[in-house]
């Protein structure tokens, strides 16, 4: 009995010792709780202190340019020549960290923080300023773009051409190595919606050098042509160039920059995309960006197979088996056969709803996706394995149902009723401001309306104000929309202009020197407490080209700090007025000068 006794108050003594810790432990987890959120409860209200007092000095009618935000002169070294084509979130020196399956490795990969450049990207040596359009669609310097690996693979199949200093363009491809003028004709013989101004938008996935695009531009059809960031072909870089529009993208794990709903033709001319496998996962996207009564086109494997199968090195029952799996998954999309003849077919995207119900069933593959899965979010948004189904409330959004083109650009569409305070009201009163600023634009700046500049860019639009205000200027324009603010994008591809969604605190996907003109309009008010003012600016001056121009609408709290960044860059610039001459706001006119690498540089 003693020995039990011991045992128990042995076992006792242990309990009552454990007690305590236990309640030290709880105790301890409840005080760190308790700083926690006191922690985060002031870092907060410190932030949200600092937004709100720069805000006050941002709009404040007490502004002077005392007040105003400055700061030290700074100066920047050159990059290495070895960057001269740098594109930092599609960087190939950094492919080995991500994987090969279904090419991750070639979506957006942006470096973080403390591996950011803080140099200026060199052009290559020889570079020389752009030829001009229209000519620039034929013909372009050689040294400005100078990759010989795709001159000696594709010059077969009259891609381009190299001849004394300069790349020729004589419009073929792939699938259309006699020209790309009678490829079209074709294409519209069959479509003939692309003839009357019902096809407007269009996307070209596997662009080659954007021959298909740059010839449709003449016909009233905007192309955005998008590919992959390679090391040896550079398509984009040879589609921007050009003059012509185009973007770096691939569609792989994550879905493409573009809202639901936003272009009225897609094509593919063998891009070599595996359609049929992972589910189909490639298609459905096309599908969602693919307005409903929109075309898809493809040409090239496994279409005319019968007459093409031994130059692809297959059998033609492998291609037969391919075209019938191709053609059930589509019709699983309701996409509907539009047309086909020769090399071209062509595919309808349903515009009615009764065949997307009939995908809700629980054996269903693809089916409809559930309203949980917003239709528009694309910024970094994993590709989803369902079929996004028109939205019922649209009657005026589909291909056909929309007005013709030049009409959609003036009338207000149906999507601007999803943005917090949009109304026709409100499109008709941001196009008349944008007509007097674009007439302002001209007189500070005179080179807008001449062939000295062809690609421009607004890095923050709303409705696409700017665009169409210089659309009858020779030029296009990259409508960007933060990925943080009203979604406005849809609004900007019904209108029947094209453009993306981007977080300036990240690189565009696009490659340096790629555009004439960059314009913002209170960018850094709106994100300087997410990003930084340095390398928004270095980013803008990547992708500048040398001689080309920058159109900053800023406060003028900023406009001291810009400048003197934007000094440290080599730019000139010098301010002007707003139309309206007032003193809150200010325009910074810049222009990037045209230097060369030092042989001495050796900046990583």
């Not at 005026?396 to 003036?410: A, C, D, E, H, I």
């Not at 270095?538 to 900053?552: Q, V």
Request: contains cysteine; glycine residues 6%; charged residues 25%.
């Amino acid at each position: 009995m003693k020995q039990k006794d011991e045992k128990n108050q042995s076992q006792s003594d242990r309990a009552l010792k454990i007690i305590p810790v236990t309640l030290l432990v709880f105790a301890l987890c409840g005080l760190s709780f308790y700083l926690g959120g006191i922690f985060c409860s002031e870092k907060s209200l410190l932030e949200g202190k600092i937004v709100q007092e720069l805000s006050k000095a941002v709009s404040s009618p007490e502004y002077s340019a005392e007040n105003a935000l400055q700061i030290k002169s700074v100066t920047f070294s050159e990059c290495s020549i070895d960057y001269q084509d740098y594109t930092p979130c599609t960087d190939p020196r950094r492919w080995k960290k991500y994987g090969y399956h279904r090419l991750t490795f070639l979506e957006r990969h942006c470096p973080p923080l403390y591996e950011r450049k803080e140099c200026l990207v060199p052009p290559p040596v020889g570079y020389k300023p752009p030829i001009r359009w229209p000519k620039s669609r034929k013909e372009c310097w050689y040294r400005n773009v100078p990759y010989d690996w795709i001159n000696k693979q594709k010059s077969n199949q009259n891609w381009l051409k190299k001849k004394g200093e300069k790349f020729l363009f004589p419009g073929g491809g792939t699938m259309f190595p006699k020209g790309v003028g009678a490829y079209v004709n074709l294409m519209q013989d069959l479509i003939p919606e692309m003839r009357d101004g019902t096809v407007r938008t269009a996307i070209d996935t596997g662009c080659g050098v954007a021959s298909w695009g740059g010839d449709l531009l003449d016909r009233g059809i905007l192309t955005l042509s998008l590919a992959p960031r390679d090391n040896h072909e550079a398509q984009v870089q040879f589609a921007l160039e050009r003059g012509i529009p185009a973007i770096l993208g691939v569609i792989s794990t994550q879905r493409l920059p573009f809202p639901s709903s936003s272009f009225d033709m897609a094509h593919c001319s063998r891009c070599l995309i595996p359609w049929t496998e992972f589910g189909g996962i490639y298609l459905l996207e096309v599908h969602r960006i693919l307005r409903p009564g929109g075309f898809w086109v493809l040409s090239g494997p496994p279409i005319n197979y019968e007459h093409r199968y031994q130059g692809w090195n297959t059998t033609i029952e492998e291609q037969r088996a391919a075209l019938e799996k191709l053609q059930d998954l589509l019709t699983s999309m309701c996409f509907t056969v539009y047309a086909t003849q020769d090399d071209i077919a062509v595919w309808q995207k349903s515009s009615d709803i009764g065949c997307y119900e009939k995908l809700t069933g629980p054996d269903v593959y693809p089916a409809t996706c559930d309203d949980s899965i917003e239709q528009d979010a694309a910024w970094y948004t994993p590709l989803r394995p369902c079929v996004t189904s028109p939205r019922q409330k649209l009657k005026r959004s589909s291909v056909g149902s929309l007005p013709k083109w030049p009409q959609r650009l003036n009338i207000a569409p149906e999507r601007i009723s999803d943005v917090p305070g949009g109304s026709g009201n409100a499109l008709k009163r941001d196009d008349s401001n944008w007509k007097v600023r674009a007439q302002h634009y001209k007189k500070i700046l005179p080179a807008i309306g001449t062939d000295k500049i062809r690609n421009v860019m607004d890095m923050n639009t709303v409705y696409g104000g700017l665009a169409a205000a210089l659309i009858d200027d020779p030029l296009w324009v990259m409508n960007v929309v933060s990925s943080y603010s009203a979604n406005t994008l849809p609004v900007v591809f019904d209108r029947g202009l094209v453009g993306t969604y981007h977080d300036w605190c990240e690189a565009f996907s696009t490659y340096p020197r790629t555009y004439d003109l960059l314009h913002l309009d209170g960018l850094f008010a709106a994100e300087s407490h997410r990003c930084h003012m340095k390398y928004v600016l270095l980013e803008m001056d990547r992708i500048l080209r040398p001689e080309g121009h920058a159109l900053i609408r800023e406060s003028s709290y900023f406009m001291d700090a810009i400048e003197t960044i934007a000094k440290g860059m080599r730019w000139n610039c010098h301010k002007e007025d707003t139309e309206n001459s007032g003193e809150k706001e200010k325009i910074l006119v810049c222009q990037k000068t045209l230097w060369y690498a030092s042989s001495t540089n050796s900046t990583r």
